[in-house]
């Protein structure tokens, strides 16, 4: 255990820097720079800011300096948002998608690991062919009609919750469920699949022969099994979530991370930019090891070398 936990830490700093390095030189290859839009962009002023920000040098000089920086946990200032670290902006904006992806990713996993095991259990029955054409209406339709949907039903018409905002906890229903909704659909379909398959396996078969009634292989060997492609899912899933959604978020008047990333690229902010893939990549990586440490959990079979 403590050998593959090394050999991962090591994996995952060198992802981090791949892909790091890969946005910061990529953000300032691009045509044209973020002090361009300056109204009083006279070359004195713009070679000021550049010192400023030290993107004075040349590429090389900036990515080495700002690897230095980053090495320190330091994620410098934002271009736009001058007055804000990008430690700042992160800090105000992530706790909202974070606390709003949480509950989608709640909603996502019980929600599809429940349905698509009704589904396998009663195969081509009326639940089986409501549940997964259901599944694909929520997955063909996106979430800027699904979102003015919900509020037009459950807002305006019934009054039942509020339009957008952020507060309480009535603020946190209708874009939690518009987030989760497609992916609700995606883990209900791999469940029903992976559960179907493992329903003619021969280990399950000798489960029964046994003595254990259905319900009881069930509990005991077949879900631990068939969820295993659901976990695999999940754990990119927690991570896309909890960095946050632009379309969702707008919907329903949020502030939170998910502009971050769009907002940064048409801004040229580099330093912003990097330190939203330093996060999202970060939660990639731990959800990945949960991921694999929960294998050797769910599948006694399955064991961890380093």
């Given at each position: 255990m403590v050998a593959f936990l090394f050999r991962r830490l090591l994996s995952s700093l060198l992802v981090l820097f791949f892909a790091v390095s890969l946005t910061f030189l990529l953000t300032r290859s691009l045509p044209g720079g973020p002090f361009d839009r300056e109204k009083t962009s006279s070359a004195q002023v713009k070679e000021a800011l550049e010192k400023q920000y030290k993107l004075d040098g040349s590429l090389w000089q900036q990515y080495t300096a700002y690897l230095r920086d980053l090495a320190r946990l330091d994620l410098r200032v934002s271009f736009k948002y001058r007055d804000w670290s990008v430690a700042e902006i992160l800090a105000q904006k992530m706790p909202t998608s974070i606390k709003l992806g949480g509950v989608a990713f709640v909603i996502a996993s019980v929600l599809g690991v429940f349905i698509g095991s009704l589904a396998a259990m009663r195969r081509d029955t009326?639940?089986?062919w409501t549940a997964m054409f259901g599944a694909i209406v929520a997955i063909s339709i996106p979430s800027f009609i699904t979102g003015p949907f919900l509020v037009a039903v459950f807002a305006l018409w019934l009054g039942?919750?509020?339009?957008?905002?952020?507060?309480?906890?009535?603020?946190?229903?209708?874009?939690?469920?518009?987030?989760?909704?497609?992916?609700?659909?995606y883990v209900a379909r791999l469940m029903r699949n992976s559960l179907l398959d493992v329903l003619k396996s021969d280990f399950l078969r000798?489960?029964?022969?046994k003595?254990?009634?259905?319900?009881q292989a069930l509990a005991r060997h077949?879900?631990?099994v068939a969820i295993l492609p659901v976990v695999t899912y999940l754990g990119p899933l927690a991570a896309h979530l909890?960095?946050?959604?632009?379309?969702?978020?707008?919907?329903?008047?949020?502030s939170g991370a998910g502009s971050i990333f769009v907002n940064a690229i048409q801004n040229r902010d580099a330093f912003l930019?990097?330190?939203?893939?330093?996060?999202y990549c970060t939660l990639l990586i731990v959800f990945n090891l949960i991921v694999d440490l929960l294998y050797s959990v769910l599948d006694k079979r399955i064991q961890l070398h380093g």
């Open positions: 009326a639940v089986d039942w919750l509020p339009v957008g905002g952020w507060g309480s906890v009535q603020h946190l229903i209708l874009p939690a469920c518009c987030l989760a909704a497609p992916y609700v659909a000798t489960a029964r022969a003595g254990l009634t259905e319900s077949a879900m631990k909890l960095t946050g959604s632009m379309i969702v978020e707008s919907v329903f008047n949020i930019l990097c330190g939203a893939v330093v996060i």
